[in-house]
C-alpha cells in the first residue's frame, strides 16, 4: 500500500480524504507529462497484471484504463461481457473468482448495479477499482474533471461549479458534488425535480430548479448526458423541451463567469443537453478532460498496485 494513498481499492470518492485526492491529483501531473513525451511508456509496473471487466458500453473509460496499464507497461486484458461467458449465464461472483485464479494485481470494474465494485472487493484479493457502478460513483471521473479543472483554474478552492441536468441517475454528479465540496469548491445542482435525487442535502449541494440563477456567477459549467437508458417513466416532458430549458448554450451562458469553462462527461447528446458550438468551443474542456483521463487512471493503478518504493517512472 503506497504511503501517498493508503488504501487497497478505489471503490468511490466516499472513503477518501482530502490528502487522498491532491496525491492522485499531483501523480497525475507527472503522468500527465509522460503522456506528453514522444515515447509515452514507463517501466513502473512491469510484470503487473490489469484486468477491465466492463459489463455496460464504454469508449472513454475503458481505452483510458488500457492505455494506462499499457502506458505503465503492465499486462493488460479487456474483457466485454458480451463476448464472455456472462453470456452464457456465468455469475458476478463466479466471473470474479475465475478472474482472480489468473492472478491478475488490479480488477477495473464497470457493472449496471450500484454496489458491484464494493462486492467485487469482498470477493477477491486483487486491487479493485471502481470504472462506474449504477447510479452510485464513478471516482476516476471526478478525478479526471478535478484535474482538468485545476489545469484550467489553478485551484479548485473557491470555485463556484454548477453541475446541470440528470443529477438522479448520475455517478458522475455524485462523485463530483463529494470531491468538490471537500476541495472547497461550492457546488449546485440543476435540473427538472423529476431527475433530483432525494439525497441532494447528504452531498452538500445547493439545489436549483431554474438554470440562470444556478448559472449566475459559475466559474465551472458540468453538463450531464440526459440517460435516456437509465430514464424510467415521464420524468421529461419531452427532449425538445428539456433542451429549450435546461441546455447550455450561449444564451445560458451569459449567466455564468466570462471565463467559465464548460465540461462533460461523454458521451454528448449534441442538441438536447449542450448546444454543438458550445461543445466544440474554446471553453469547451471535453477533449483535455479525456486526455486527463488517460493520466488520473495511470496514477490510480501505479498507487494501487505499483511495488513500494517503485519511483513514478522507474521499474
Ligand atoms: N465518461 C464516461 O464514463 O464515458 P464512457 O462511458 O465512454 O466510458
Do not use: W
Request: proline residues 5%.
Amino acid at each position: 500500500m503506497s504511503a501517498l494513498f493508503p488504501h487497497r481499492h478505489l471503490l468511490g470518492i466516499e472513503g477518501l480524504s482530502a490528502k487522498d485526492i491532491v496525491s492522485v491529483l499531483d501523480t497525475a501531473e507527472v503522468f500527465y507529462e509522460v503522456s506528453r513525451r514522444p515515447v509515452r511508456k514507463v517501466p513502473t509496473l512491469r510484470g503487473k497484471g490489469v484486468i477491465n471487466l466492463f459489463f455496460e458500453a464504454s469508449t472513454r473509460t475503458r481505452t483510458s484504463f488500457e492505455l494506462a496499464g499499457k502506458r505503465l507497461s503492465a499486462d493488460v486484458v479487456n474483457i466485454s461481457t458480451s463476448t464472455s461467458s456472462v453470456t452464457k449465464g456465468e455469475t458476478l461472483l463466479d466471473t470474479l473468482k475465475t478472474l482472480e485464479a489468473m492472478r491478475p494485481d488490479v480488477i477495473v470494474i464497470r457493472h449496471p448495479s450500484s454496489g458491484a465494485a464494493l462486492y467485487a472487493s469482498q470477493k477477491v484479493g486483487c486491487s479493485i477499482v471502481n470504472a462506474g457502478d449504477g447510479t452510485h460513483e464513478h471516482p476516476t471521473q471526478a478525478l479526471l474533471d478535478a484535474f482538468t479543472i485545476r489545469r484550467a483554474k489553478g485551484r479548485l478552492d473557491g470555485l463556484v461549479v454548477t453541475i446541470c441536468g440528470d443529477v438522479a441517475h448520475s455517478r458522475v454528479a455524485r462523485s463530483n458534488a463529494r470531491l468538490l465540496g471537500m476541495l472547497g469548491s461550492k457546488v449546485r445542482v440543476v435540473g427538472p425535480r423529476t431527475l433530483m435525487p432525494a439525497d441532494c442535502a447528504a452531498l452538500g449541494v445547493e439545489v436549483f430548479d431554474r438554470l440562470e440563477p444556478a448559472l449566475e456567477g459559475a466559474d465551472v459549467v458540468m453538463v450531464l448526458r440526459i440517460q435516456q437508458e437509465r430514464l424510467q417513466g415521464a420524468l421529461i416532458p419531452s427532449l425538445r423541451e428539456y433542451s429549450k430549458t435546461y441546455g447550455i448554450g450561449p444564451r445560458t451562458l451569459r449567466y455564468a463567469q466570462p471565463d467559465a469553462v464548460v465540461l462533460h462527461p461523454g458521451p454528448m447528446n449534441r442538441g438536447v443537453e449542450i448546444d454543438p458550438a458550445t461543445a466544440d468551443g474554446e471553453r469547451s474542456m471535453v477533449l483535455e478532460q479525456v486526455e486527463a483521463g488517460v493520466a488520473v487512471r495511470m496514477a490510480v493503478l501505479y498507487l494501487l498496485a505499483a511495488d513500494p518504493g517503485t519511483g513514478m517512472t522507474a521499474g
